[in-house]
């Protein structure tokens, strides 16, 4: 049980699906975590469904909780960021979930540099994510282990060093998105050699989820994986050359570089930098 106060600043989908997730985990109760958002319909969410409390200033956050989450867009938080700064004292763990931002950015901002930077992805929505986080200067083993409890309540985490950030957002922020269209090329496979929609629908899906369950789960490589299915002759092997001859691999490599790179330029952005 996380006996420290939660407080998150936005109450977006996000921030919903961690609280949902601790609650669901029982490692954190309702009556200490807090909410502040501008939307009335987002703070009715979080106090009558929920159960936390919720507040419509933010600085009412910094005076409940202990960890708070700055749950907001990138464009949002310097604004958000100099409302709260004067708010910030020692005691507060502050975390970010804003990509691009860097620890030095929030730490002259704030003040303070018990802080640390988390890029979850939409999974953590159905308690199926993948997160990555880093550390400030001024946090210890202790804070990490109160992050990993939110984190792993929605589904895995890791630690990685900040300057690799980025290359989470490439990987398994934006990552989400190839998979839908992955499966959204499975199914129109089946439906072109004959499958109702739905039914190819369901089928790439599971298969997808099957087959990441595996990986996860038997600890071998994907490539070692890849060969059990692969019989000399068979159907897999005409299927994986017709990838391979598409530039599939590449593709995807490209679709993680790409989506890194961007994090990283709107993040200078966003924090008054030039891309």
């Not at 699906?17 to 309702?30: E, K, P």
């Not at 419509?56 to 709260?84: R, W």
């Not at 089928?203 to 071998?220: D, F, I, Y």
């Not at 299927?239 to 790409?258: M, N, Q, S, Y």
Request: proline letters at 4%; aromatic letters at 4%.
């Amino acid at each position: 049980m996380i006996e420290r106060k939660v407080g998150f600043i936005g109450a977006g989908r996000m921030a919903e699906a961690l609280a949902r997730g601790m609650l669901r985990a029982g490692v954190a109760s309702a009556q200490n975590l807090y909410a502040s958002d501008p939307s009335e319909q987002r703070r009715l969410l979080f106090s009558a469904d929920i159960g936390a409390h919720t507040l419509a200033e933010n600085t009412g956050v910094m005076g409940a909780a202990e960890v708070v989450v700055l749950a907001v867009k990138p464009q949002i938080m310097p604004a958000v960021a100099d409302e709260i700064a004067s708010a910030v004292t020692p005691a507060h763990l502050i975390v970010s979930i804003a990509p691009g931002i860097p620890l030095a950015w929030f730490e002259e901002r704030l003040g303070t540099d018990r802080l640390m930077r988390v890029m979850p992805n939409t999974p953590a929505l159905v308690g199926e994510g993948a997160a990555a986080f880093c550390r400030g200067r001024g946090t210890d083993d202790s804070d990490a282990a109160v992050l990993e409890q939110m984190l792993s309540a929605v589904g895995i985490c890791v630690e990685v060093e900040e300057k690799l950030m980025d290359a989470v957002t490439g990987l398994s922020g934006s990552g989400p998105a190839y998979v839908y269209l992955a499966i959204e090329a499975l199914s129109d496979g089946g439906v072109k050699m004959g499958l109702p929609r739905q039914v190819a629908t369901r089928l790439a899906a599971q298969t997808v989820l099957g087959a990441a369950k595996m990986v996860l789960e038997s600890r071998k490589h994907p490539g070692e994986l890849k060969d059990e299915v692969t019989t000399p002759g068979g159907t897999t092997i005409e299927g994986l050359h017709a990838l391979e001859k598409a530039g599939t691999r590449k593709a995807f490599i490209d679709a993680v570089e790409a989506a890194a790179l961007r994090s990283k330029q709107l993040g200078e952005r966003d924090r008054g930098g030039r891309c």
